[in-house]
């Protein structure tokens, strides 16, 4: 089965792709194309929307699934003409919570992604900047100011990760990656002493040595860094170091960055400066 899904906003459309695509991924067996229409925010692109509905609706011969945070009446109105499934958050659920906190709601668009606190935005900017700046060791002298280090073989999900818990949660996330320049004398890593003083701000990424190996290979084919044995040995390095000084790690392999990201902060107790918008 192949449906069709529209997400669409008078504004970003953040919220209305985040939560259907939440609500979509519970359905495996279908197979579903999704589109995102942000900035729906007159009645002539409602209108222009609404006859690529109709069309898409003739095309598959099933009713679009329609997913919406418009606020304004009168797109609603038009976008509601249209033939399909629809689910319109802010109607949903705004109706509600008027009754139960006993007042109107405002009926903002974009209220959510709005720079409506600066200090929560410039938080954000602030922490996006240190986790560039501070990415793959680059100025190991920062971290005393860091929330948290991420420690890792190469590709491991080092970067992404820490990007993310900037972007979402304003968290200060370095990186640091295990080389063979860290290794000892008998072979194995040892604790980098740009690390050391830290400790209690490091958390592991490992990742299955056939899969480093895949990634790497997009990288580097056919060379000694992507090598299966290569791969092995590093990864297996790694974790013993993380055994060895205690560092709480998690295997990136099957894991996405939000996953990783969120099961990082329940274990470590690490402190958001916001939630996620």
Do not use: W
């Not at 792709?17 to 495996?28: D, K, N, P, T, Y």
């Not at 692109?45 to 109709?54: C, E, F, G, H, S």
């Not at 999900?157 to 304003?170: E, N, R, V």
């Not at 791969?231 to 990783?260: G, N």
């Amino acid at each position: 089965m192949t449906r069709t899904a529209f997400f669409i906003s008078d504004g970003t459309g953040i919220t209305a792709e985040a939560l259907g695509r939440s609500l979509l991924a519970q359905f495996e067996n279908v197979e579903i194309t999704k589109i995102t229409k942000p900035y729906i925010d007159s009645t002539e692109k409602a209108q222009n929307l609404a006859a690529v509905i109709d069309a898409t609706a003739a095309r598959d011969g099933e009713l679009p699934i329609i997913i919406d945070t418009i606020v304004d009446e009168s797109i609603r109105e038009i976008i509601s003409q249209a033939p399909g499934f629809k689910v319109d958050i802010f109607t949903t659920f705004l109706v509600p919570l008027e009754e139960e906190l006993r007042t109107h709601s405002s009926y903002s668009v974009g209220r959510t992604h709005a720079i409506a606190q600066d200090e929560v935005y410039m938080n954000r900017i602030d922490s996006v900047h240190f986790a560039l700046d501070n990415d793959d060791g680059a100025r190991v002298h920062q971290y005393d100011t860091a929330d948290t280090i991420l420690v890792g073989v190469s590709r491991c999900g080092k970067t992404p990760t820490s990007l993310y818990l900037a972007l979402q949660f304003g968290i200060r996330a370095a990186n640091y990656p295990l080389t063979d320049d860290d290794l000892d004398e008998d072979g194995s890593l040892k604790m980098p002493k740009s690390l050391a003083p830290h400790r209690h701000k490091l958390f592991g990424l490992t990742i299955d040595p056939r899969r480093l190996s895949e990634i790497r290979s997009e990288r580097r084919p056919n060379s000694r860094y992507c090598s299966i044995d290569q791969c092995l040995q590093e990864v297996q390095q790694a974790e013993a170091l993380y055994r060895r000084y205690h560092v709480p790690f998690i295997d990136t392999t099957r894991f996405s960055i939000e996953e990783i990201s969120t099961r990082m902060i329940a274990e470590t107790g690490l402190q958001r400066r916001f939630s996620p918008r």
